[in-house]
């Protein structure tokens, strides 16, 4: 029988109730929390998919997720895809897929990690030209970590003094400038298996808890329409197989904000109730397909072909 590890962080509900969801249909399929005890490097483990909830704050996992896709396990998402992207390469690949961003800038990191000299940095103009790069992006504007989630480092910067204490408050960080857009609605679209999508109401001005609850959007169907080939567009650019793809919607432009969660926050707490089933079982329905499957659907890797010989 195919087995499915589910590997995660502190959240209960939704791998809970998915785990529950899986193991009451009769497709063949069980699942658990994953274990791990060490990993030899011929590790091929004994389930069939691997759904990753936290790799991205543990590094263990992170090795041991590109062993066991080596040794054939599924791994959602692709551990290849998810490291070898950052926030600031996302948004310059959307735009070359057509899909309106923020204009967004690199900054150079405000304090070297240890190690680092000055002589490294030969080739970066120093001062920074501030009234240059804001004259482009506008205030107000976001500053935030090219890698990473969880809203954390992220500022809303009204002028250039809220953006120097944050750009000094970075350290060691490498982070990104990003024009603020004033929006006239917002959604956030749950992803599931690249193009399974759920178009939701959302407002990040909102307190955690109230964000989907309290929110209001009126779409067009044209809108929705686009939105949804949008997020299907960019999941399939970045391999991702679980996200939440966020479009700011400004004079009936959907700016793609944020969309490399690939852990998004799917907690009874945080979804309306109907969303929340909607998220366990069209995962349980895309788990259990890709555990039936005989072959990886996922694009192959420079190496595969040398394994098969």
């Excluded at 002589?119 to 500053?143: H, Q, T, V």
């Amino acid at each position: 029988m195919k087995k499915i590890g589910i590997l995660v962080g502190q959240e209960t509900s939704f791998p809970e109730a998915l785990i529950d969801n899986i193991n009451q249909r009769d497709a063949g399929v069980t699942a658990e929390m994953a274990l791990l005890e060490g990993t030899p490097h011929s590790w091929a483990g004994e389930y069939a998919v691997i759904l990753d909830r936290i790799s991205h704050e543990v590094a263990y996992y992170q090795t041991t997720l590109k062993v066991a896709a080596l040794n054939g396990c599924k791994v959602v998402n692709n551990p290849f895809w998810k490291l070898a992207d950052d926030k600031f390469f996302g948004t310059a690949l959307v735009e070359k897929l057509g899909i309106a961003v923020p204009r967004t800038l690199a900054l150079p990191q405000c304090q070297n990690v240890e190690g680092i000299s000055a002589e490294s940095l030969r080739n970066i103009k120093y001062p920074l030209d501030w009234d240059g790069i804001m004259g482009w992006i506008g205030f107000p504007a976001i500053i935030k970590p090219h890698w990473g989630g969880g809203w954390k480092s992220v500022d809303k910067v009204e002028n250039m003094q809220e953006l120097m204490d944050a750009y000094h408050e970075s350290k060691t960080l490498c982070m990104m400038l990003q024009e603020f857009i004033e929006w006239d609605q917002y959604v956030r679209c749950i992803c599931i298996g690249k193009n399974k999508i759920n178009v939701l109401p959302w407002d990040p001005s909102l307190p955690h808890h109230e964000r989907y609850s309290k929110a209001k959007v009126d779409l067009s169907e044209a809108m929705r329409t686009k939105i949804i080939d949008q997020a299907i567009a960019l999941n399939d650019a970045l391999g991702y197989d679980m996200n939440t793809v966020e479009f700011a919607i400004r004079d009936d432009i959907p700016y793609a904000i944020d969309f490399m969660n690939s852990a998004p926050d799917l907690d009874k707490n945080s979804l309306t109730p109907d969303q929340f089933v909607w998220a366990v079982d069209t995962m349980a329905e895309f788990l259990i397909e890709k555990a039936r499957k005989p072959e990886n659907d996922e694009l192959p890797m420079r190496w595969d072909h040398l394994l098969s010989e």
